[in-house]
């Protein structure tokens, strides 16, 4: 079953979130929920449009926004989260997770902190490791200001196994839309009780962490922290990030890791090769295929194809090279 869903791009003269100068952009499309895709944003396979809208906000609506007098449950959303960090939906539990325990919305997290988080996700894949919030907070400080503003994971020295992300998120407060969570989606967003499962608005009281301890953490988390802390050149988070968008993401990280080290290289076939006997031996039967297309891109007429990002967004034009890519150039050309 196919829906009608809309994405809304606003875009601002300002980067400031008080601005009233923001205008916002309808684009009206096919869902093609069959296919994983609604409106060009990338759905989780077998995932219905029918568990959730995107849908446009109007001149006042700011991400910061709480949802007072709101009838629908939703949040917000950057276009730089599926165009720059391939951010999917449904989110899983391990990204709900690390929302709900750093108690910031999905827009209060920087973007920055969302390719680390991506990053970690997928290089825990690739290892056979389940992720985890706490083990990947593990990795991380953070230093909630007043009053509040986008909110930052700032890197342990000598512990964090992930690079500096250099990408540039200049513009990413231009582009955004709202996630309606509808009913099918709510055992995907929703706890039993009705409350969400992370915080849909931004929130005054951020959680701060520092200096995490192994003693802190659980069994499981313990074993993704002891594995990871053996790779001893830093690991490279723009090339893990790039890898969802990958036909071949085995061999892209294989790649990626001899640029950062020979050292990181070995040790990342072998561990892969211990950790999938384990998995084997185990009995998992989840096992992560990465070899699959991860991120796929709608394109009008009904295809699809690889998604093809600019490798430097920046400079102004972000917002209208993410149309193009996402919705297809023809949206970008209508709506400039």
């Known amino acids: 079953m196919s829906s009608s869903n809309s994405v809304s791009l606003s875009t601002s003269s ?10 916002s952009r309808q684009v009206d499309e096919e869902g093609t ?3 994983g ?3 060009g944003i990338p759905m989780e396979t077998g995932v219905s449009g029918d568990m959730v809208s995107l849908k446009r906000v109007s001149a006042i609506d700011r991400v910061c926004h709480g949802q007072e007098g709101a009838t629908e449950k939703f949040f917000y959303m950057y276009m730089c989260h599926f165009s720059q960090v391939h951010v999917r939906l449904p989110l899983d539990d391990f990204t709900m997770g690390v929302l709900s325990a750093l108690n910031v919305a999905h827009t209060q997290l920087h973007p920055n902190s969302w390719a680390y988080l991506q990053a970690f996700h997928i290089l825990c894949q690739s290892l056979y490791l389940e992720p985890s919030p706490y083990a990947f907070l593990y990795f991380y400080d953070t230093r909630p200001r007043q009053p509040t503003t986008w909110f930052s994971l700032i890197s342990r020295p000598s512990i964090s196994r992930l690079d500096a992300f250099s990408q540039s998120f200049k513009h990413f407060k231009d582009g955004y839309f709202k996630v309606v969570v509808k009913e099918e989606g709510k055992p995907y967003f929703l706890n039993a009780d009705g409350s969400t499962k992370f915080p849909f608005s931004w929130t005054g009281t951020p959680s701060r962490y520092k200096d995490m301890g192994t003693d802190e953490l659980s069994a499981g988390d313990k074993e ?3 594995i990871l802390m053996k790779f001893v050149d830093k690991l490279p988070t723009k090339g893990l990030v790039r890898v969802y968008n990958s036909v071949h993401p085995i061999i892209d990280i294989e790649g990626h890791m001899a640029q950062s080290g020979k050292k990181n290289l070995a040790l990342f076939q072998s561990l892969r090769k211990e950790m999938a006997a384990k998995a084997k031996a185990a009995g998992k039967t989840v096992i992560p295929n990465l070899q699959e297309l991860v991120v796929e891109v709608h394109v009008h007429g009904g ?3 690889k998604a093809e990002l600019p490798p430097h967004t920046g400079k102004g034009n972000d917002v209208k090279k993410v149309r193009a890519v996402l ?5 970008s050309r209508s709506t400039s």
């Open 14 to 23: 300002s980067e400031s979130m008080g601005s009233e100068r923001s205008r």
């Open 33 to 35: 929920s069959s296919g």
């Open 224 to 226: 993704v922290v002891e």
């Open 37 to 39: 895709m609604v409106s």
């Open 303 to 305: 295809t699809k194809r």
């Open 327 to 331: 919705l297809g150039a023809g949206i």
